[in-house]
């Protein structure tokens, strides 16, 4: 990471006086990379003694009448799931608010479509077991990451007025209050609605301050704020399907895959008490989440050594220092990767991961980093291998890894799948459009 020799101690250029040169001795360096190498190798992390679970503290103000609480109800067929701690989560399984995505909708469109995909295959009725409307925002988590504008009144003002819209929403479409329950397709706006909820919970101040914003918005609901019972990610409704979708939908045999995992940090690391794990999973060592899918559908789960580290988006790092970014990507991931693990594909969970780890590998070529892997997400390697058209529906065209020797693997002809798709583009230009979703649909209503 580069440093500014002229600015009299302010530290690694872009981050702050606190970040400081370390002028670690190539041998103290490499001790400090041997023991992160050593001891985050398994969950070896010592949990202590019981924490607190917010959700405690949750229905105690729900119960002094402070907040609404939104609750997985049996209507949504939650299935229960355990947490790090051994704590119990209920992941709703239908009739689901779709929280999408800036970065997906933007950089990686195959991401939701391969969602609504597989929800479609599985027989789920748009505007009854599922919602996709526009009605939403953007969380605002990566402002508040990687340039420090943000502040946690704001993020808190956001979360409470998306996850309202969720609540209330079922109105419009003749449902009542809660009818559809929110499913955060970013690890990003995961990890920060959790941290937020908690800070909401544990903060009457911050509720305060931000109900006076909400009631201006008209977003309370009998003078309260609405959170959430849990916040789900996309990852794990796909964790707890992942045997449906295996048995109903699969086509494809995976078998002679290689497949790696990144789980990203938003999901396990941020607010680590509430991240999936299950034994059956590489012996609960590891968040269960994309993992269990690729087991699920019959690939060869492979492991390599830095599976634990950042992919090197640290959004901050993405801005200032984007050199860092690149080379830990490179050098620390997709090197790792292709030698370890000879992989085939790589799996990611998260939009800024999948975002940084697909799009660098063609600028490492510059610095003779001749090496590269696919890059995408659990639910698009699971929509290939659930029959889904490569450019149509997963838009694998979008990604800048090369894809194509992984889709010819799996038995899936890429250059006939590219002139399909060019004879669909005519289709569309000529004004024959097919929806995956009903477009009337989309437009919120409270």
């Not at 949990?47 to 229905?59: A, F, N, Q």
């Not at 969602?115 to 748009?126: D, I, Q, R």
């Not at 309370?220 to 399907?241: A, N, Q, R, T």
């Amino acid at each position: 990471m580069s440093t500014s020799e002229s600015s009299g101690g302010a530290g690694v250029a872009g981050h702050g006086a606190f970040f400081q040169p370390t002028h670690l001795s190539p041998a103290d360096a490499e001790t400090a990379t041997a023991w992160v190498r050593r001891h985050v190798d398994r969950r070896t992390i010592d949990l202590g003694s019981r924490m607190d679970d917010i959700r405690d503290h949750m229905w105690a103000l729900e119960k002094d009448g402070e907040i609404i609480v939104h609750r997985v109800a049996p209507a949504h067929e939650p299935v229960e799931v355990e947490t790090l701690f051994g704590w119990k989560k209920k992941i709703p399984t239908k009739q689901l608010w779709h929280h999408k995505s800036c970065g997906q909708c933007g950089n990686i469109p195959g991401y939701p479509t391969s969602l609504l995909w597989t929800m479609n295959k599985l027989g789920f009725e748009a505007g009854r077991d599922y919602l996709d409307e526009t009605d939403q925002t953007s969380c605002t988590a990566w402002n508040y990451h990687g340039s420090g504008i943000g502040n946690v009144e704001s993020l808190a003002a956001v979360f409470l007025r998306n996850f309202h819209q969720a609540y209330v929403c079922g109105k419009a479409h003749g449902h009542e209050l809660g009818h559809f329950y929110p499913l955060v397709h970013c690890g990003t706006s995961f990890g920060n609605y959790k941290e937020v909820r908690k800070y909401l919970i544990e903060s009457a101040e911050l509720r305060e301050r931000v109900k006076k914003i909400l009631g201006k918005l008209g977003r309370l609901v009998d003078g309260k704020i609405v959170i959430p019972e849990e916040v789900i990610h996309y990852s794990e409704w796909l964790h707890v399907m992942r045997h449906r979708i295996a048995a109903e939908l699969q086509t494809i045999d995976v078998s002679h895959l290689r497949v790696t995992v990144h789980t990203a940090c938003h999901y396990y690391k941020m607010v680590h008490e509430d991240a999936i794990y299950d034994p059956t999973v590489l012996e609960g060592n590891r968040t269960a989440v994309g993992s269990s899918v690729a087991l699920a559908l019959g690939a060869q789960l492979i492991d390599y050594s830095t599976w634990y580290d950042c992919c090197g988006f640290g959004f901050r790092h993405i801005i200032s220092e984007r050199e860092f970014t690149r080379s830990f990507t490179m050098d620390r991931k997709i090197r790792v990767a292709r030698e370890e693990a000879n992989a085939d594909v790589m799996l990611g969970n998260d939009t800024g991961c999948i975002t940084t780890l697909d799009k660098n590998q063609w600028i490492g070529r510059a610095h003779e980093a001749n090496f590269s892997v696919p890059i995408m997400a659990d639910i698009q390697f699971a929509a290939l291998a659930c029959g889904a058209d490569p450019f149509k529906i997963v838009q694998l065209q979008w990604h800048a890894s090369p894809c194509e020797e992984l889709v010819e693997k799996m038995g899936i002809s890429w250059s006939q799948a590219k002139k399909n798709f060019e004879g669909y583009l005519k289709e569309v230009e000529a004004g024959h459009i097919e929806y995956l979703y009903n477009p009337e649909l989309a437009l919120g209503g409270r």
